[in-house]
């Protein structure tokens, strides 16, 4: 990252690892719809609670960290994103469901896929790129410290 101050690099690292979780999560998905339509029940069963831990983790901390700060500046963007949330919680709650009952179509998952990825960009312009400027370096790299790194 020739050119790049320190503080110049922070907000991108920041902005970059984020952004990662949406890929992850993303993968998380699209191996539920592998494993579901390999007929592995048991594989698709933990690899969905395995999604469900890493989005509750991930929105958790954007609504702990993040929107709050957001909200003092943008409330209507920081409801939106809150409204997003709430929206993809309870598409993942449903979608447990019928995991769970085995009656999960692969169709969801590809657009909750998609559903994410659009969230992500969302994010990735509005809230990350906020965030890496508005919070100093010894908060965002403790926020780094935080983050999983997949």
Request: hydrophobic content about 40%; proline content about 2%; aromatic content about 6%.
């Amino acid at each position: 990252m020739e050119g790049m101050t320190d503080s110049t690099r922070g907000i991108e690292d920041l902005r970059s690892r984020l952004l990662d979780e949406h890929v992850h999560l993303a993968t998380l998905c699209q191996r539920v719809v592998a494993t579901f339509e390999e007929g592995d029940r048991e594989a698709c069963d933990a690899t969905f609670r395995e999604l469900e831990r890493s989005l509750e983790e991930h929105l958790t901390f954007e609504e702990r960290e993040l929107l709050p700060a957001l909200a003092h500046v943008n409330r209507p963007e920081a409801d939106a994103i809150l409204e997003e949330h709430r929206k993809i919680r309870s598409r993942i709650t449903d979608l447990g469901v019928h995991v769970d009952l085995h009656a999960a179509r692969a169709s969801a998952v590809k657009q909750l896929v998609l559903d994410l990825g659009a969230h992500a960009r969302r994010e990735g312009e509005i809230l990350y790129r906020w965030a890496g400027e508005a919070f100093d370096e010894p908060t965002r790299r403790n926020w780094m410290r935080s983050l999983r790194v997949w």
